[in-house]
């Protein structure tokens, strides 16, 4: 497994806890005391934030091909449908991390659903679970794409919508909350509303 972490740099500027005051020969002063334990708060909550990193990227799921891992579940496409090992129609999803970078800097993991063997959504997020883009499908067929860039308070988004022979019917943009999904509102269409 590869661990990626990406460092915080912090400049400070301590004096040693052995350094007395020169002029009066006593122990260091309040405001001494006060950026000794900002220091060490900070060192602290840096420590913090990178055992959260490494938490989160060892969660994240193994670097291979979909085939790869089509092979690791025994699953097999045969016209557009994908079966399990005994032959059924499989319905569940399938997620890798693709070893490419998104717009966050940070590896895309990808999960692709199914249900009933038909492809329903391929989505791609971060391993902080921050989205990306996704497409999405109602019967095989694919229905709408959407990018996803997200600012301080706001993720803004980017969509093509298409019309039942695949070739595309319209296309817009949005912004919804930071908190909200932009999946979600493809998922059920309601971006397409009238």
Do not use: W
């Not at 999960?111 to 391993?127: P, R």
């Amino acid at each position: 497994m590869q661990l990626s972490i990406n460092p915080l740099y912090v400049s400070t500027n301590f004096k040693s806890n052995n350094i007395r005051n020169q002029n009066s020969g006593q122990k260091d002063s309040g405001s001494e005391k006060a950026v000794k334990a900002a220091g060490t708060v900070s060192l602290l909550g840096l420590a913090g934030l990178s055992a959260y990193g490494i938490a989160i990227l060892k969660k994240k799921p193994p670097r291979k091909t979909f085939e790869a891992l089509l092979k690791e579940k025994n699953l097999v496409f045969k016209d557009n449908i994908l079966f399990d090992k005994l032959g059924n129609k499989f319905s569940g999803s399938l997620t890798r991390s693709t070893g490419k970078k998104g717009e966050t800097g940070f590896e895309m993991i990808e999960t692709k659903l199914f249900n009933n063997g038909k492809l329903e959504e391929q989505i791609y997020k971060d391993c902080f679970n921050n989205e990306l883009k996704g497409t999405f499908y109602k019967d095989g067929k694919i229905v709408s794409k959407v990018d996803v860039f997200s600012n301080g308070r706001d993720k803004g988004f980017s969509f093509i919508k298409y019309r039942d022979d695949g070739t595309g019917s319209s296309m817009g943009h949005g912004l919804v909350k930071k908190s909200k999904s932009v999946f979600s509102i493809f998922r059920n269409n309601k971006v397409f509303e009238r």
